[in-house]
């Protein structure tokens, strides 16, 4: 039973524009969530992360928000360049990590 | 720098063979973890160590067993390789163990195909 969910496999977005990727979380013992970035033949790269105590975390393109009450989190993108074309997971941490299946996101010139 | 490296990139197995994928870091983390990625499933943990001579069962451990006698290696193995293991196998790493808020480091892969 898969605790961490991404339930869009795919965003196709316009450079410039916002790119919010969405994930939803089951075990509210997860006291830290992460976004991972990942291109192909390549292992994923931590992105940016978010403790349980706080509802926003912004670094430079990158803002996450969670919103506890609804066990969701969600990236958001700004503005969204080609280069951040990449498959996106979720991660949630307790005493090991678990990851939700990936959205690919891919960002048209 | 090497961070963490994983051999071999690439096998092929006979279903009932076994192997070993290997994983070492040199970043003296005492946390380390193997994943594997699936179509639609995203990654999926198998084992993870919280420090030397301490291991502990993921999310999909049947069929694999590990060992972590030393910080910088934990090697994966495969006793009898069946074909539902065909997958790509990442290793990782992090300074936390307990309570994981620290970012992993992940190797670049093994991809495992088992005919």
């Known amino acids: 039973d898969q605790q961490v969910k991404q339930n869009s496999p795919s965003l196709s977005v316009q450079e410039g524009r916002i790119s919010i990727l969405n994930c939803d979380y089951t075990n509210s013992m997860f006291d830290y969530f992460l976004w991972y970035k990942k291109y192909p033949a390549e292992g994923p790269t931590f992105l940016i992360s978010?403790?349980?105590?706080?509802d926003k975390n912004e670094d430079g393109r990158f803002t996450v928000f969670l919103n506890k009450s609804a066990k969701h989190l969600s990236l958001h993108i700004v503005p969204s360049q080609p280069g951040d074309s990449a498959v996106y997971f979720c991660a949630a941490s307790e005493n090991d990590m678990r990851f939700g299946a990936g959205t690919r996101l891919t960002v048209k010139p | 720098n090497a961070g963490v490296t994983q051999t071999p990139k690439f096998q092929v197995l006979k279903t009932g063979q076994s192997m070993t994928l290997q994983c070492a870091q040199d970043m003296n983390h005492e946390y380390m973890s193997w994943y594997r990625q699936d179509p639609g499933m995203g990654l999926r943990l198998i084992h993870y160590s919280v420090g030397a001579g301490i291991t502990d069962q993921g999310e999909v451990p049947n069929g694999y067993n590990v060992s972590r006698s030393t910080t910088e290696d934990f090697p994966l193995r495969l006793l009898s390789a069946a074909p539902s293991q065909t997958s790509v196998y990442f290793c990782a790493s992090s300074y936390a163990a307990g309570s994981l808020n620290e970012k992993l480091f992940f190797g670049s892969g093994t991809q495992l195909s088992v005919l």
């Open positions: 978010i403790s349980s105590i706080k």
